[in-house]
């Protein structure tokens, strides 16, 4: 089955670019949406179809996805972005089911 | 903007059935896909299944065989129920709007999130 990896954590200073990997089998032929989540809180959409970001999301948060990788990018990291991030896209290809990336937990240092 | 809030018992016993309900707010419940997705203590996030307002349902398969979802347009919610629980069902549920795109979906709005624990 469809599997999403994601590294464990990524550390950045603030101010600085943190960028958070999706690695996917051919993921880039698929949709991927990216999600925030801060300790006991829902997640929250921040990236969604590759690069568009929902309104009230700031434009330092952008996507990117080909091959089998694909990336959220924080730019000018501020302290309120440490949080848990997850990618998830559609596997419509045999079991058609939402799938969600392993997470990654972005600390600024 | 919508809201979404779950609501059902905390603790359910090993074997018994799980029941949430959500109640949207803020926006009608017609015309778009619901969706429920879990998340064990300190793990990742499960997608559970989603219901379209019309009553078609799609479910992950590792829990098909123990899930449904329904759906009442008339009080503007929709359910859950998850049959013959083990402690590995013991996760925060949430519910949420799930948003369809070319070939895939993906999540807008989430409620809170419940924590259900199932122990004896």
């Known amino acids: 089955s469809y599997v999403l990896t994601q590294p464990p954590s990524v550390s950045v200073a603030p101010g600085q670019t943190a960028r958070i990997t999706c690695d996917g089998n051919?993921?880039?032929?698929?949709?991927v949406h990216w999600y925030q989540q801060k300790p006991g809180q829902a997640p929250v959409l921040v990236v969604y179809d590759d690069n568009d970001r929902p309104s009230g999301v700031p434009e330092r948060f952008s996507g990117s996805n080909s091959g089998n990788t694909a990336t959220l990018t924080i730019s000018r990291v501020e302290a309120g972005d440490e949080a848990d991030y997850f990618c998830q896209v559609w596997d419509g290809s045999s079991d058609h089911r939402g799938l969600f990336g392993t997470g990654t937990k972005v600390t600024v240092l | 903007q919508v809201h979404l809030q779950e609501s059902g018992p905390g603790l359910v016993k090993p074997s018994e059935t799980l029941s949430l309900t959500c109640t949207v707010s803020g926006g009608s419940i017609n015309n778009h896909y619901w969706s429920w997705i879990r998340q064990p203590p300190g793990e990742g996030l499960e997608w559970i299944g989603f219901i379209y307002y019309n009553g078609i349902t799609n479910y992950n398969p590792s829990l098909k065989s123990r899930v449904t979802i329904s759906v009442d347009t008339s009080k503007n919610q929709f359910s859950l129920r998850l049959r013959s629980v083990t402690a590995a069902d013991t996760a925060v549920y949430f519910c949420a709007r799930a948003m369809y795109s070319p070939y895939s979906y993906y999540f807008d709005s989430w409620g809170q999130g419940t924590l259900v624990t199932v122990s004896s």
């Open positions: 051919n993921i880039g032929s698929k949709s």
